[in-house]
Each structure stands twice: as C-alpha cells, then as structure tokens.
C-alpha cells in the first residue's frame, strides 16, 4: 500500500510519534501524527484490478487526459497517435505499464538534466508502445522500477512521480483509442486502447 520510495519516511515518521506520544502525550505529538498522514496521502499505492482485455492498452497512471491525436513518434521515427494523461497532483504518484512486454531503450531518446525518461515497451505481437515519463512538478527527474531488457506486466508497478507529471504514450497508428480530452483515469485499471491487427 506504500511505494517503495515513501517506506522510510513513513515508518521514521511513524516511530518518532510513537516515541513523542510516549514521552510527552498526544497533543505534543499531534504535528508529528499530521506529518506521518501526510507521508502515507504522498506515497500510497493502492491495489488496482488488471482488466482481462485482448490487446488493451491501460492508463500508466492516475490523471486525466490532457490530449489525444496522430503525432510523429521522434523517439522511434514513425507516424503514431499520442494520449498525454495529466497526472493528479494531489493523487496517486505510481506509474504503470500499460502493456505487456518487453523493455527496452528507445533509439532518439534525449540525453541531459532536462530529458525526460522513455520506455519503449515491445508486445509479444510485435506491437510498439513509447511510453514518456516527462520531469515532474518540482523538476524532478521520474523514477522508474523496470531496466531495459526486462519484461514486464500490464498494468505492473513500473515507477514514481513526485507530485505526478505528464505522461505521454506513443501507439501505433492503427490503435482504436477510447478516450477524449478531459476524461479521468485511474492508472492499471482503465482502458485507454485497443492495439488493432490488419
């Protein structure tokens, strides 16, 4: 229920006010129990349901659609369509892989301070997802669970965002997309594609 980034501070914040309560009473301990819920809102990590969908591409993140339409993939040099999901900044911070498959590095993915972080997720139908995990609010770079050449899981915990970011994710063309501008996502769960086979 907690990301892996949060388990320290949530368990020393948890300690001190237990030691607080101890020495000096609840009210005196009041702030430090204040701090630790707020710890436990920022790095939470609820379980989410994988839907069982053929082919289905799912939100890598909770936030809402900031955009959908064709754009030109600079990362792999195709023509794909883009969904950029917005993420919450008062909501779940946990990234997500929204489809099954492999990982790898994308060939034009930007180097420097300012780059953002890409994830080229290859499906065993030989389907190619770019997923961009921009800087976050405070310019924080992403952090993310998943090295390239690993394989990993729709809708597996595959990073962290501090205070969320925009996501942006790259599908083939021929996608049937199921999403508009302005609707709200909840990251693993929500179908935000299908990948469609000529």
């Known amino acids: 229920m907690i990301a892996r980034e949060g388990l320290v501070p949530v368990i020393a914040s948890a300690l001190v006010g237990v030691v ?8 005196a301990a009041l702030v430090v129990w204040l701090v630790f819920l707020m710890l436990v809102l920022v790095f939470r990590d609820p379980h989410r349901d994988i839907p069982a969908v053929p082919q289905a591409v799912v939100s890598p993140a909770d936030g809402t659609v900031a955009s959908v339409g064709e754009q030109y993939d600079p ?4 023509q794909s369509i883009l969904v950029s999901v917005q993420m919450n900044p008062h909501g779940v911070f946990i990234t997500r892989s929204p489809v099954e498959g492999k990982a790898l590095e994308p ?3 930007p180097d420097g301070d300012n780059a953002p972080h890409g994830v080229w997720l290859q499906t065993d139908e030989a389907d190619d997802v770019v997923m961009v995990m921009n800087r976050g609010r405070l ?3 992403p952090r993310c669970y998943v090295g390239y050449g690993e394989r990993v899981g729709q809708g597996q915990r595959c990073g962290f965002i501090h205070l969320g970011a925009r996501i942006d994710l790259y599908l083939p063309i021929t996608s049937r997309i199921g999403v ?18 000529a």
């Open 20 to 27: 607080v309560t101890h020495f000096a009473g609840l009210p």
């Open 75 to 78: 990362y792999l040099e195709r």
């Open 107 to 109: 060939p034009n993915m």
């Open 139 to 141: 310019h924080n770079a």
């Open 180 to 197: 508009s501008p302005g609707d709200h996502l909840r990251g693993g769960s929500d179908v935000i594609a299908r990948l469609v086979h």
